[in-house]
């Protein structure tokens, strides 16, 4: 009989230990960063990077767009040095045509949906070299919406008497942790250059590093947003061009011209426009989050 309850006992340790070895290691891993997060439940995030624009080329997507969506659901995880999870957050995204009157309805409206801790822009510049967390935005309008010539009721502002918020600050301030974005960016091996505002022009104008088109209106609209709630942390990154656009981009300048042309020779000596990998970009704005969630945590 002692034998009989022996071999029970062996039994039943055989099958505890094989219950265990059915948890996976996934399973494992986030049942420990459950346990590990020091500030409660997952942050939601909301991105929302710019897309389609009159003059892309047909099948390409504004970059913007791109890495918001390649984000889209992810859990964001920041740890601390001795790697433990500190804060999580979901991504949500949204694309936001380049369009005066459609910024601020899709952001209030994802906004609404999602009750976000955090919100980042994001838009392409043909120029940037590198990642630009953007804390500046000037109080200017300037452009016309990104829509087809014959587009009935298209909006342009001249930048003259043009202000974003009537009577506002010249520049409004974002409060993403840009600094240390920049910073983890470069560790990690990833272009990037913190924004800045860069004086009045000749009309006395503000500028900055955003331009005074489309990327700077939600600059400055999310910058506001953080007045007015100050538990949002909010701001915007300028990203660069892709390299295999830029490329198109340069073939298309070229394919309509004569060769041998002045136009034509000046045009294929000339260097292509910035551009970085869409994988190393997605990296980067990754990266910025991970530091947002961690700013988050120390507040």
């Known amino acids: 009989m002692k034998k009989f309850l022996v071999i029970l006992g062996i039994l039943a340790l055989v099958s505890l230990g094989s219950v265990s070895a059915n948890v996976t290691p996934a399973e494992d891993v986030n049942l420990a960063e459950q346990e590990n997060v020091g500030s409660g439940p997952p942050l939601t995030i909301l991105v929302a990077g710019y897309g389609w624009y009159y003059g892309i080329p047909e099948g390409c997507i504004n970059n913007a767009e791109a890495v918001a969506m390649a984000l889209d659901g992810e859990m964001i995880k920041a740890r601390d040095d001795?790697?433990?999870?500190?804060a999580m957050g979901k991504v949500h995204s949204v694309a936001v045509p380049v369009v005066w009157g459609e910024v601020m309805p899709i952001l209030e409206a994802g906004i609404a949906e999602f009750d976000p801790d955090i919100i980042v822009g994001l838009g392409t510049s043909g120029a940037a070299r590198s990642l630009?967390?953007?804390p500046f935005g000037s109080n200017v309008m300037s452009g016309c919406d990104a829509l087809p010539p014959e587009t009935p009721g298209i909006v342009c502002y001249d930048g003259i008497d043009d202000p974003i918020l009537e009577g506002g600050l010249d520049w409004s301030e974002g409060n993403l942790p840009y600094t240390?974005?920049?910073m983890a960016m470069l560790e990690?091996?990833?272009p990037a250059r913190r924004g800045s505002t860069t004086g009045y022009d000749w009309l006395g104008r503000p500028t900055a590093t955003p331009g005074w088109y489309l990327c700077n209106y939600m600059a400055y609209n999310l910058a506001l947003m953080t007045e007015?709630?100050?538990d949002l942390i909010a701001g915007f990154i300028h990203i660069p061009q892709r390299p295999e656009y830029s490329a198109l981009f340069q073939y298309l300048d070229l394919k309509d011209l004569e060769p041998d042309t002045p136009e034509f020779n000046t045009t294929i000596e000339s260097e292509l426009s910035a551009s970085i990998e869409l994988q190393?970009?997605?990296d980067g704005v990754r990266i910025c989050l991970e530091e947002c969630l961690?700013?988050?945590a120390q507040q």
């Open 228 to 230: 007015e709630d100050t």
């Open 294 to 296: 961690r700013a988050r």
């Open 188 to 190: 990690a091996g990833i």
């Open 280 to 282: 190393r970009t997605i």
């Open 132 to 134: 630009r967390p953007e």
């Open 180 to 182: 240390e974005m920049v």
């Open 82 to 86: 001795d790697g433990r999870v500190v």
